[in-house]
């Protein structure tokens, strides 16, 4: 696995460095937005790592201009912010992690390695970020029709909304009326029909697609 590393804090740049190399992992780091482009092209790393404050250009216009520029690779946004508003501009603009600077070192190479493997990973801390944009979507525009969100049953689908609240199956059950069994039968059937291995990941592609704006019930 190669990683890129864009990141204006240079003792921070050195820790990741560092860390990354005594795994057998190779990295290239930059300070420099611009630069960080420019590297993305000629190094074609696996995964980017980026810094959402940085001066002169922020982590989210460097995500836009790499979008402009067709950029396959994926990007995980490393920071310190948990402010659901970061989050839900990093994930419109395409992110595939949404990673925060204070989690534990394995914790963040088997992230990298999900994401590599085209998993979407958003740090565990943030599913009360997540309930949030789930509840306080900023659209009506819900896009439940869109594939592959079709194939769910309407009790699917409000599981969904509610595992996106980081509800666990035992309180699912309780608010829904049903047995724990039930609830966890029909978790699977969610994942299995979005391709995807985890509830964060389910959650993450609900608020991306702005699915359950209605307020759910305690």
Same mark, same amino acid.
């Given at each position: 696995?190669?990683?890129? #590393?864009?990141?204006? $804090? ?16 190779? &990295? ?20 980017? #790592? #980026? ?21 396959? &690779? @994926? ?29 534990? @070192? ?43 969100? /079709?194939?769910?049953? @309407? ?6 909304? $509610?595992?996106?609240?980081?509800? /666990? ?8 009326? &049903? ?5 966890? #039968? $029909?978790?699977?059937? &969610? ?5 995807? $291995? ?21």
């Amino acid at each position: 696995m190669r990683v890129l #590393l864009i990141d204006d $804090h240079a003792l921070f740049r050195e820790g990741i460095v560092g860390l990354l190399e005594t795994r057998g992992i190779e &990295i290239d780091a930059t300070g420099d937005a611009n630069e960080g482009i420019a590297l993305v092209e000629s190094k074609k790393p696996d995964v980017i #790592l #980026l810094d959402l404050r940085m001066p002169e250009m922020n982590g989210i216009e460097v995500l836009q201009k790499l979008n402009e520029l067709d950029n396959s &690779i @994926p990007v995980v946004m490393l920071t310190t912010s948990a402010d659901d508003r970061d989050l839900s501009e990093a994930l419109r603009n395409g992110v595939k992690g949404y990673l925060l600077k204070d989690m534990e @070192p394995d914790e963040l190479i088997s992230s990298l390695r999900d994401i590599v493997n085209g998993k979407t990973v958003v740090a565990p801390d943030l599913t009360s970020a997540l309930a949030n944009l789930v509840k306080d979507g900023d659209s009506a525009d819900s896009r439940v029709a869109a594939s592959p969100f /079709s194939s769910l049953t @309407p009790r699917e689908m409000e599981i969904l909304c $509610h595992l996106a609240e980081g509800q /666990s199956n035992k309180v699912i059950a309780r608010n829904l009326n &049903i047995s724990d069994g039930t609830v966890k #039968l $029909h978790v699977k059937a &969610i994942l299995r029909k979005l391709e995807v $291995h985890s509830r964060v990941e389910a959650a993450v592609m609900a608020v991306e697609r702005r699915l359950c704006n209605r307020k759910i019930s305690d």
